[in-house]
């Protein structure tokens, strides 16, 4: 008998079968981002990265060019069994030597590459307007400024990514999921919370006025708690964005790095599914803030992953992954993260979830508590291999990335 045979009779004794599991893992999609490859430089503005976050640690090997950041690309998606889309922001635009678009006037055309990358190795693309990084970004404020002139220039790059979301869609047969965030917000204690709110609302209305086709672009809008320089207040907070999701029939977006330290996502999970078609999320992992820390197979990665599972979600829920860190092989961090997050979500399929339902609708915690922790060390790597043998995936990713460190990124 192979390993993964008995594994599958293992899990067979708690009534789990792998083989239901592994079919499923196989179809759940996941949004990989672009920006672990260049620590959310983009190419357009080629800025500092602004807006509260942080991609620390100076690792060569950065990508400095769309060449080298889809090669880099390729390397990663050629070594995360499943399937997977390209998730982009528009700071990724590519624009002709010698040429300058500003934000508010970008077109489908500075995203062909792109788009003849995605549809070459069949996947869609996730869109996302920049809202930082940018020298029109006044003062922290984008969507929410008191400058008119400001906001007119954002709400115009709104409205042009909506234009290239639906673009995406329509080359690539797949919808593209556009998510709207702005790092708004006040390093100290506002005079006005109030006003700010209101310009983002009503700035938002104008982009999503914009006629687009829905059934190609879900527009997504993520909320957030606060930034670094941006501590005391944030315009585009948890109430303003479920509420405003919820009244003008867009789909929230939960980032697990986004909320006080106790509270969590999967948690949250259930309660917006029971209100909301679609849900989508950034996953995470925030090490005492916001860090954005490369994802790992952690307590609350899998629990998110079970209220996916448990609540029979894996195609309402949009699941992407954010997280930049320039301290270590930025591919390996690729591959590591989203890896993670997919070894999460067979952990989850692996649970015996009904047995574990009906023991809670009983009020039977001892025998949950008991099975719960069985299932911690049942043999999820003999099935996460097997997955990977099926998926034609190399097991062992390290020595490939090293090869390649040091054949290519090293001379960058
Ligand atoms: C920032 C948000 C946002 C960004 C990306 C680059 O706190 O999480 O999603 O990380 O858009
Ligand atoms: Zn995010």
Redesign the pocket.
Known sequence: MTRYEEARKIYESYGVDTEKALKKLKDACISV?C?QGDD?IGFDARESLS???QATGNYPGRARTPEELMADIDLAFSLIPGKKKLNL?ASYAIIPEGETVGRNALLPEHFKPWVEFAKKRGIGIDF?PTFFSHPMVKDNLTLSSPDDSVRRYWIDHGIACLKIAEYFATETGVPCVM?I?I?DGYKDIPADRLSPRARFKASLDEILDTPYDKKKVYVTL?S?VF?IGLESYTVGSAEFCLSYSDKRGITPLM?N??YHPTELVSDKIPSLLLFNEKIAL?V?RSVRW?S?HVVILDDETKEIAKEIVRCDALDRVFIAT?YFDASINRISAWVTGVRSLEKALLYALLQPEEKMKKLQSEGNFTEIMYLSEEMKTAPIGDVWQEYLKREGIAPDYLEIIKKYESEVLLNR
């Open positions: 981002h920006w959310v807006g509260g976050i922001h996302n998510n965030w790092p993520e957030k930034g980032d790095g986004h950034h995470t916001d954005d954010d």
